[in-house]
């Protein structure tokens, strides 16, 4: 069996099957780039991820390895509606995999599925992230995303009148 | 391990269109308001949001939610005031910080909703709103002033007087997309002028004197494809009923969806007597006061005036509110409906 090594930021490798790694668009183009460039067929690709750390990289690829036998989901599906396969995608287990984690989590969990290029994943995750905004006040919001007001002079106020003249009962 | 300043960074550098990939999961309007004040970030991408939702409603048709009050509540009202025998158009700006600044609804970048003001409101305590008194006409001028988004592409006037819709109407007709237009209170004349880029229409408590002045130049309206209209009263004149049917005939070859309030027997007769052919028609929606129509039944039998039609949706609603004026299958959308307590949260 083909392997390929992936090494993330913090420095720790993990050897999977390069079918495995291939469900991953960009760890696919790593490894096509990879055959394209060596002489020795053989050879092991390594592929050094700089911007995941151990903790991050595990989880994904232990998500892949479960979605293994998942069709490949391309890219810009659903791009119409802006909507990913979330709702219909999310199995059992994927609840399981997500309940344990903080928002933080999740949150570096979204930005790697994005960098890795895994549709699936990204959905699920930003699926979680909006189930965990919807409902909360905006301090709630700033908060949980540790994010904080930028807003200029009285931009903010005339922002809440705007919201009063919208708001559904 | 976690390093939480790290993290504390990263949140802070979310990509752009990840904020976007994660707000566009959001549903709830309500939550989505919310999100516009986190801040400038979110605000920017809740917005194009918002606007999305709200504009898909005019290719989305659907009895039930399509012809309810705009969710983007417009900033502007128009009412009228009355010194002696002498009247006096108002433009009420909402809110108030908006006055002199953006004074076009909170979201979207080319869209402007324009309500008219119920007179029994106006001496509402709570009105206290900045007001602008109207020229008689309104010219470029008072079109910069207004601050129009210039790139303006929907446009909503519902429950406004001739002078306002005459005068706003026809500034924008060659740019405008759709043009949703409800409950006019007149007699006069409004027309659509040179519409080049209209592809949806929604009139709504028109009178048929009205429509056909609408829809008199169908050169006027080439890439019309959504046309929803609802008449005032139902309880016409067969004759009248004709002139309706001509109107559409005007603009029948560019339509894809059509909805009416009419009954259907009445629609069939008036098919049969008008060899109007509906060519590219896929979606008819009809409002009647007959209960229990058979879709299917009907689309088949629709067939030779409408050959690429494949769904008919049928909105049954008594008789009685069938005939009357200010329907109340346009429920929330205009009029009495409207709530003016909303003025109450200023």
């Known amino acids: 069996m083909a392997l390929v090594r992936v090494i993330s930021s913090d420095g720790a490798a993990f050897l999977v099957s390069q079918r495995l790694a291939k469900r991953s668009g960009k760890l696919k183009t790593e490894i096509e780039t990879f055959r394209k460039s060596s002489d020795n067929s053989e050879a092991q690709p390594e592929i050094r991820i700089v911007t995941i750390r151990a903790e991050i990289l595990r989880l994904v690829l232990q998500w892949l390895q479960q979605h293994q036998n998942d069709p490949v989901l391309p890219a810009n599906q659903n791009e119409q509606d802006g909507r990913g396969d979330a709702e219909m995608g999310q199995s059992q287990w994927d609840r399981d995999f997500l309940a344990p984690m903080d928002l933080g989590i999740v949150m570096e969990l979204i930005l790697a599925a994005n960098h890795l290029e895994v549709k699936g994943l990204l959905d699920i995750t930003c699926k979680l992230v909006e189930s965990k905004i919807t409902g909360r006040t905006v301090d709630e919001i700033r908060t949980a995303f540790k994010l904080k007001s930028d807003f200029k002079g009285n931009e903010e106020e005339q922002t809440r009148l705007e919201n009063r003249w919208c708001v559904e009962n | ?346």
């Open chain 2, 1 to 346: 391990m976690r390093n939480p300043k790290h993290l504390e960074l990263l949140e802070f550098y979310i990509p752009p269109e990840l904020v976007d990939k994660i707000l566009v999961c959001i549903t709830e309007h309500n939550t989505l308001l919310r999100c516009r004040l986190v801040c400038s970030k979110w605000k920017r991408f809740t917005d194009e949001i918002l606007e999305k939702h709200h504009l898909s409603s005019l290719t989305q048709w659907n009895f039930d939610s399509n012809l309810k009050y705009p969710s983007l509540s417009p900033p502007i009202f128009v009412y009228r005031e009355r010194s002696g025998t002498k009247w006096t158009d108002l433009l009420a700006v909402l809110p108030s910080a908006l006055r002199g600044t953006k004074l076009w609804s909170p979201f979207p970048q080319n869209y402007l909703a324009i309500i008219g003001f119920q007179e029994s409101h106006k001496n509402d305590e709570n009105m206290s709103c900045p007001q602008v008194q109207l020229k008689p006409t309104v010219q470029t001028q008072e079109k910069n002033n207004l601050a129009i988004p210039t790139n303006l592409k929907h446009l909503e006037i519902l429950n406004c007087d001739e002078y306002l819709t005459e005068s706003v109407v026809p500034l924008f007709s060659q740019q405008l997309v759709s043009l949703k237009i409800g409950g006019l209170d007149y007699e006069g004349s409004l027309a659509l002028g040179n519409s080049v880029n209209l592809k949806q229409l929604f009139i709504h408590e028109i009178n048929v004197m009205e429509f056909e002045e609408l829809i008199n130049d169908a050169k006027a309206l080439p890439q019309l494809e959504y046309l929803s209209v609802i008449m005032s009263s139902q309880n016409v004149f067969w004759q009248e009923k004709h002139k309706i049917l001509n109107c559409l005939s005007k603009v029948s070859e560019s339509l894809t969806h059509l909805r009416l309030k009419v009954e259907v027997e009445v629609f069939q007769r008036l098919l049969n007597e008008y060899a109007v052919i509906f060519s590219n028609v896929s979606f008819l929606e009809i409002a009647c006061s007959t209960p229990n129509i058979h879709e299917e039944s009907l689309k088949e039998n629709l067939l030779p005036w409408f050959p690429k039609l494949k769904s008919v949706s049928v909105k049954s609603i008594p008789q009685k509110r069938f005939l009357q004026d200010r329907e109340c299958l346009l429920c929330g959308e205009i009029g009495p409906e409207f709530n003016p307590a909303r003025l109450n949260l200023l």
